[in-house]
């Protein structure tokens, strides 16, 4: 018999109970066997890493990039002193622009090697939710919560995009495993995770900043003063290192147009819906919103993916409330990771300007959502777990069939970007001007490539190229705003020199345009229906003869 295995009395010791607190669904003795033997979680961690990844890759490049992706793209392409300066008047900070430009050397600069990134590290995703889950809980729980995360739809969606939220979740799990580790048993290592995910987080995405009331959890902490004192440090620490950038953050929290399609989204909708419409979208299935997800579920999947969730927050509080002390501080933190950055959202949206997007924004709290449901689910009765996990993952796989087997849909001009600029790659000639109105330019330019360096481009109204992002909305709302903007346009075409041989005008039937069309006129140039295609959306005008 080992020893040690006998106690003082002589009698067998008796076993440990799960960190969970004996509540595995599976019962200690096969929560031995298979969540806690070392080899086969790792094997069931692999393969739950290499099917995340498998989803991810799947025609990653099939569709061409839309409007956000191109944006980005372009922007990652100039040098780093103007990266930082365009960001001035973005609403973005600036790691994964500066990522990506140092990615496209290696990888190459196809839609499937720009999208590489984003992939690799969604995929990064699956176990590092595990490491946290089961930091926090239990192996039970980390196994559960990485199998939701492998097929989670909107992570799985923004991990195939050229944009930083499906990276945001590596933010997310390691302030919040920075925190739990100052609560639980404050030391040097906490400061250094916390700080350095609180730094690489705050330069990804600024909702990171909603997670920074998870450090009132200090006062659970059996050391609360020792844990105050490395929090603070921590907090210091991140704060001097994001200290360059605050001045580009204050001035994007003034009037910036980049949001204002956030104040339009919600112009028909009430702000009391976002957080309940995050909890669906944050689960199995959703209507996601419209314009620019090619991910969809139905009315009947969102309403479940809802019970789910004030199923899983209930059970999550009802936990917290029981548990002994260690426990309810996972608990707590985990709840208040999922909630506390939703909430203020959606109190700055409410209190100063819309800041709340749901489906994007909101992926800060996706992956403490996936690690409370594997927390859950790990302490619930089988006969209650087990059905509850299947459902969700066949609803997550219902919903990602559909978005990993189609073609995104051509809603706007901006989709028709890739053929835009292929036509107007082979017929145009050096020196033409093309102008860009409403959303075009960021696809079509992204996709001309080397065609743009003979053509001269140029964006309706001047100065909406200083953001490439910018869509001034005035030109379909304001006709004298619209014929000022045109005409400002037309006396530019006089300073070319020599005379532009054509003119091609993208959407032409965009909304303001009808200005824009009667003040080239005045400058001598008339449609050319020969070389125009309108189904394109692209008028080229010529000299009038």
Known sequence: MPKGALRRGGSPAAPKRSSEG????????????????????????????ALGLGLRLHRLGHDPLWFDEAYTALTAQQPVGEILRLLHTESSAPLYYLMLKWWEPVAGDSDFALRLLSALTGAAVVPMIYLVAASLFSPTAGLIAAALATVGPLHV????????????????????????????????????????????????????????????????????????????????????????????????????????????????KSFWIAIPWSLMVLGP???????????????????????????LLGSAAFFAVTARRDARISWLLTLGAVLVPLAMALAVSVLRSPIYVVGRYDIIAWAPYVILAGAVLARLPMLIALPALALWIVMSCVTLVPHLTTDRPIRVAADRGAMLADMIGRRAVAGDVVIFSASTRPVTEHYLGTYAERLVLISYPLGTDDHLGWIDLRIATDETFAT????????????????????????????????????????????????????????????AE
């Open 22 to 49: 004996g509540g595995d669904p599976f019962g200690p003795v096969t929560n031995r066997r298979w969540s806690e033997a070392p080899t086969l979680r790792v094997a069931i961690l692999a393969g739950l890493t």
């Open 157 to 268: 969606h923004y991990s195939q995009e050229l944009r930083m939220y499906g990276m945001v979740p590596l933010a997310a799990l390691g302030v919040l495993q920075g925190f739990a580790r100052l609560v639980r048993a404050p030391d040097w290592r906490g400061v250094a995770i916390l700080a350095g995910a609180l730094t690489a987080g705050l330069y990804l995405h600024y909702f990171v900043l909603f997670l920074l009331p998870l450090a009132a959890g200090v006062a659970l902490s059996p050391r609360p003063a020792r844990a105050a004192m490395l929090a603070a440090l921590a907090l210091g620490l991140s704060g001097l290192a994001f200290l360059p950038w605050i001045g580009t953050l204050l001035g994007q929290a003034g009037p910036n147009h980049a949001r204002d399609w956030i104040a339009a989204w919600w112009a028909n």
């Open 285 to 311: 299935g959703a209507e996601y919103p419209p314009g620019w997800f090619k991910l969809g579920s139905s009315g009947l999947a969102g309403d479940v993916s809802f019970a789910l969730a004030v199923a």
């Open 484 to 543: 000022a903007e045109a005409q400002r346009l037309s006396a530019w075409l006089t300073t070319l020199t020599p005379k532009p041989p054509r003119l091609w005008l993208v959407e032409p039937t965009s909304m303001g345009n009808r200005p824009l069309l009667e003040a080239l006129k005045t400058q001598g140039y008339a449609p050319d229906p020969t070389r125009s295609a309108p189904h394109l959306l692209a008028l080229v005008m010529s000299p």
